[in-house]
């Protein structure tokens, strides 16, 4: 099981986990995976200012190291338990079929792209940024999950190319107006959500690209530098530096601007600039803080390769209550689902099967496309709804064990999401 330990409570023997949270947001996180090997070892933690670290509790897990760090099943659980507190579903996701959408989904994604990269780019250089570009880019984004969450949230998950910092932003916007959309939020606000999302991490580009991509610890220096990034990207995107736009042109409303400084600010008081406690950080606010986590774990970085979905979920929420609201946590569970839209599974017959649309009322149990058998070969796709709720149900009772990585077996984007 996942528990986090002072540093002082470290002992010889306990294996340290990487949970693949940033630096930023828990620079007194050791992270450093693998066993703690001597009391010389504790100490050079502890002299390296390091406060908590995550460690694997199971014994088992222990003996076998890194490959079952995560007491899935517990987590499984206590993600379940959770959920079913949850009310009924706030909002279906039936509008348009998922096959249907997956076209206009990848014209928004791939407008998205492109407005985030002009606009990093003209902050960097001190141009103007095109807010109209971002603009555009939002509405057909919050078009596109209102015609159908899963879609645009799937391929922003499954795309690879281009920079981390660029797909980054394109996924928060999509995965924040689709929570937005879930919470029952009008078209204007998921359109916002989408646009605070887009431009949340601009500040950004003002800071040093050595310092973005630095694999080890920051120097305080360097960490406050890179904090300054949300004030930044509100002054940027304001226009109080004059970067935004000509007189007359578009305008980014206050609270997408209140967002975008309140993205790193964190339930229990912890995060940065102003250290804002619960309600005080604005719902954009917590939204977008939890989208920027969950993107930031699942997308590989210059420095840390990215965690599977579920094992991401896991860690958050292992967190809840500290970094992110309880309630508002288990939502954005339910509303991207524990195995998200376009994710490879293994199932516990040993075939594999891709994710599809996403069961809000069981997150757990997902409607699914078989494609491989146990070997990983080919076979003719068979649709079923793991929950029976919606569709046929497999003959014997079948449950997903896990996600695997979709990149070696070469599944492209939209790839078996009929
Ligand atoms: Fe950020």
């Given at each position: 099981m996942l528990k986090k330990v002072r540093v002082f409570d470290l002992q010889v023997g306990m294996y340290v986990v990487?949970?693949?949270?940033?630096w930023l947001d828990h620079p007194y996180l050791y992270c450093q995976e693998g066993p703690v090997e001597s009391d010389d070892h504790i100490r050079a933690i502890r002299a390296e200012g390091f406060a908590e670290a995550f460690i694997e509790t199971d014994r088992d897990a222990l003996a076998q190291?890194?490959?079952?760090?995560?007491d899935k099943e517990a987590i499984d659980r206590a993600v379940a338990e959770a959920l079913c507190?949850?009310?009924?579903?706030?909002?279906?996701?039936?509008?348009?079929p998922l096959a249907q959408e997956m076209r206009e989904a990848a014209r928004a994604h791939a407008a998205s792209i492109a407005a985030v990269r002009l606009a990093m780019e003209a902050a960097a250089s001190g141009a103007p940024v095109d807010a109209k570009a971002c603009l555009d880019a939002a509405r057909d984004i919050a078009a596109s999950v209102m015609r159908n969450r899963d879609a645009l949230v799937c391929l922003t998950r499954l795309h690879d190319g281009g920079g981390y910092h660029i797909r980054h932003c394109a996924g928060v916007s999509a995965l924040s107006a689709a929570f937005g959309d879930y919470l029952g939020l009008d078209r204007g606000q998921v359109a916002d959500l989408a646009l605070a999302g887009l431009l949340?991490?601009?500040?950004?580009?003002?800071?040093p690209r050595e310092l973005l991509e630095k694999p080890g610890k920051l120097s305080p220096e360097e960490f406050a530098l890179l904090k300054r990034h949300p004030v930044e990207g509100c002054t940027l995107v304001s226009g109080a530096?004059?970067?935004?736009?000509?007189?007359g042109g578009p305008t980014v409303p206050g609270h997408v601007l209140r967002a975008i400084a309140e993205h790193h600010e964190r339930h229990d008081g912890s995060?940065?600039?102003?250290g804002l406690k619960g309600s005080e950080q604005s719902l954009f606010g917590r939204i977008l803080a939890i989208a920027d986590v969950f993107d930031a774990l699942t997308q590989d970085r210059p420095y840390k390769k990215r965690l599977l979905p579920d094992k991401a979920m896991s860690v958050m929420f292992a967190l809840r209550g500290r970094d992110h609201e309880p309630a508002l946590l288990e939502r954005f569970i339910k509303a991207v689902?524990?195995?998200?839209?376009?994710s490879l599974v293994r199932l516990s017959s040993g075939e594999h099967a891709v994710v599809g649309?996403?069961?809000?009322?069981t997150p757990l149990r997902p409607k699914v496309t078989v494609v491989f058998d146990q070997d990983m070969a080919p076979i003719h796709p068979v649709q079923f709804d793991l929950s029976g709720r919606d569709g046929p149900a497999p003959a014997r009772p079948v449950e997903v064990t896990g996600i695997i990585d979709h990149r070696p077996h070469g599944i492209r984007a939209g790839e078996h999401l009929l």
């Open positions: 990487d949970t693949g949270l940033s190291g890194a490959a079952r760090i995560y507190e949850i009310p009924a579903e706030l909002k279906s996701n039936k509008n348009t949340h991490d601009i500040g950004k580009a003002l800071a530096s004059g970067v935004v736009g000509a007189p995060g940065y600039p102003r689902g524990v195995y998200p839209t376009g649309e996403s069961n809000p009322h």
